[in-house]
């Protein structure tokens, strides 16, 4: 038996898990979907990145897990991967589902194109916060109607300061065991998708393993399931 911490990614909270946690439990694991502070039922608790990485260590210790596999999915991947390193040998593995993952001294944002400025002007804009995402920004990845007005439903603005802020990691992230699931946009050919560049070089890391998913950026809506074995086979690796 393993014991599954599940953070979901931006906007999102434990609730985003609620369809992958029963396949998990039915095979005999411990599972246990996390909510961020600033978020969903933490919604107004002050957070930065340095709080989202506390959160999951806190919740392990609390909890007083082992075996324990960390799955962090989209921004979620920044916190989950420094609190993987944090948690010693508690850590059994960690899952990186279609995320970001994190590079010392960098935050989310400053890896992306324009180096974070659009977000971080938003985030100025809407008080200290990434507004939420309207229904037109899940088209094309896979969901129903009804699984994109969940996602729209369930959704709340983040807080600003944890994509701003940057990461902290004591060692080479190529060190912790690791898999990365790599969701394919529907229609493309799963074998000609490839990751990121600093996610690609990782994986030349003799302890890191790639899957894909022949699906959007929401797995966890859209095929609970398949991604529910994904973590299961992690668990075995």
Same mark, same amino acid.
């Given at each position: 038996?393993?014991?599954?911490?599940?953070?979901?990614?931006?906007?999102?909270?434990?609730?985003?898990?609620?369809?992958?946690?029963?396949?998990?439990?039915?095979?005999?694991?411990?599972?246990?979907?996390?909510?961020?502070?600033?978020?969903?039922?933490?919604?107004?608790?002050?957070?930065?990145?340095?709080?989202?990485?506390?959160?999951?260590?806190?919740?392990?210790?609390?909890?007083?897990?082992?075996?324990?596999?960390?799955?962090?999915?989209?921004?979620?991947?920044?916190?989950?991967?420094?609190?993987?390193?944090?948690?010693?040998?508690?850590?059994?593995?960690?899952?990186?589902?279609?995320?970001?993952?994190?590079?010392?001294?960098?935050?989310?944002?400053?890896?992306?194109?324009?180096?974070?400025?659009?977000?971080?002007?938003?985030?100025?804009?809407?008080? +200290?916060?990434? $507004?939420?995402?309207?229904?037109?920004?899940? =088209?094309?990845?896979? @969901?129903?109607?009804?699984?994109?007005? !969940? &996602?729209?439903?369930?959704?709340?603005?983040?807080?600003?300061?944890?994509?701003?802020?940057?990461?902290?990691?004591?060692?080479?992230?190529?060190?912790?065991?690791?898999?990365?699931?790599?969701?394919?946009?529907? +229609?493309?050919? $799963?074998?000609?998708?490839?990751?990121?560049? =600093?996610?690609?070089? @990782?994986?030349?890391?003799?302890?890191? !393993? &790639?899957?894909?998913?022949?699906?959007?950026?929401?797995?966890?809506?859209?095929?609970?399931?398949?991604?529910?074995?994904?973590?299961?086979?992690?668990?075995?690796?």
């Amino acid at each position: 038996m393993v014991n599954f911490v599940l953070v979901a990614g931006a906007r999102l909270g434990a609730w985003a898990w609620g369809e992958v946690v029963p396949y998990l439990r039915a095979a005999g694991h411990g599972v246990y979907p996390l909510t961020l502070s600033g978020l969903a039922d933490k919604r107004g608790v002050p957070a930065g990145q340095a709080t989202h990485v506390q959160d999951i260590v806190a919740e392990v210790e609390r909890q007083g897990l082992r075996d324990v596999i960390l799955v962090g999915h989209s921004y979620s991947g920044m916190p989950v991967g420094q609190a993987a390193e944090r948690i010693g040998d508690r850590l059994a593995r960690v899952v990186f589902v279609d995320s970001s993952v994190p590079t010392d001294g960098e935050s989310f944002v400053s890896t992306l194109p324009d180096g974070g400025a659009a977000v971080e002007a938003t985030i100025a804009e809407s008080g +200290g916060f990434w $507004p939420l995402a309207p229904a037109a920004h899940y =088209d094309g990845e896979g @969901l129903t109607d009804e699984q994109i007005a !969940r &996602l729209v439903r369930g959704s709340t603005p983040h807080p600003g300061a944890t994509l701003t802020e940057p990461a902290v990691l004591a060692g080479p992230l190529g060190e912790l065991p690791a898999t990365y699931i790599l969701c394919v946009v529907p +229609g493309a050919d $799963p074998d000609d998708a490839e990751p990121d560049e =600093d996610v690609a070089e @990782l994986l030349n890391s003799k302890r890191w !393993r &790639l899957a894909k998913m022949d699906t959007g950026h929401w797995p966890m809506f859209s095929q609970p399931r398949e991604l529910a074995q994904i973590l299961l086979d992690a668990a075995v690796e």
